[in-house]
């Protein structure tokens, strides 16, 4: 089992940046894929973006070149840095650990991009 706590969420205007943490418990194995997906309201949930324990990075179109992922140096850590965040941003952000993928979730964090 794979527990997954995230913090950072918040309020921002549009421009501004935000960093997203997430920290794994149990199985390093059960966490070779760390990624991000959000849900909007009303919206059905996406990827954001991903990364590989080798560092492997994916991410959704609309947030490349905003939007990096990383992974902490104990494997069991996966960050998001989001630069330029425009309204569309908002949503609940939710960390995800797997073998291959979305196998675990968190509890989310709520990103508010508003003026």
């Known amino acids: 089992q794979v527990q997954l706590v995230e913090s950072g969420g918040g309020l921002v205007q549009p421009g501004g940046s935000l960093r997203l943490s997430c920290v794994g418990s149990?199985?390093?194995?059960?966490?070779?894929?760390m990624g991000w997906y959000r849900q909007a309201p009303g919206k059905q949930r996406e990827l954001v973006a991903t990364v590989t324990s080798g560092g492997s990075t994916n991410y959704r179109d609309s947030v490349k070149g905003r939007f990096t992922i990383s992974r902490g140096n104990a494997k069991n850590t996966v960050y998001l840095q989001m630069n330029s965040l425009q309204p569309a941003d908002t949503a609940v952000y939710y960390c995800?650990?797997?073998?291959?993928?979305?196998?675990?979730w968190g509890q989310g964090t709520r990103v508010t991009v508003s003026s």
């Open positions: 149990g199985s390093i194995f059960s966490m070779s894929v």
């Open positions: 995800t650990a797997g073998r291959a993928g979305a196998d675990y």
